[in-house]
Each structure stands twice: as C-alpha cells, then as structure tokens.
C-alpha cells in the first residue's frame, strides 16, 4: 500500500507491506483484516533531537481491521 505520511507538517511518500492479511465471514457481512509495515527516517521530517545517539530508523507497523 502506498501513500502519504506527514509529520511535523513534512509529507513524505511512504509504502506499507502487508505481513499478513485475511478475510473471514462475519454476522454482518465479511470482515477484512491485516498487519502492515514500513520504514522512515525522523530526520526527514525535521525530528532530529538526539542524533545519532537516538536511532534515526523508525519502523512503522499498522493493524487494520474493517468490514464489508
């Protein structure tokens, strides 16, 4: 998945992979869900308090749930 990350007012592009993701039927219709990561580096929005003591590399992870 890709889009747009913004932080600090700085947009970045920023793509999501998905580590798992499956659908199930449901009472209420089917429902979708999924784990998603990525990667970015705080110094590309201007966050850079504490570098290099403070790692730079920032894993992102998402879970996603919805229904159809």
Known sequence: ??????????GQPLSLHATHFACRP????????????GELLRSDFGATYGLPLVGDRIRLKVQVEGRR
């Open 26 to 37: 449901a009472e209420a219709g089917e429902v979708c869900g999924g784990d998603f990561e």
């Open 1 to 10: 998945m890709r889009g747009e990350f913004t932080l600090r007012g700085v």
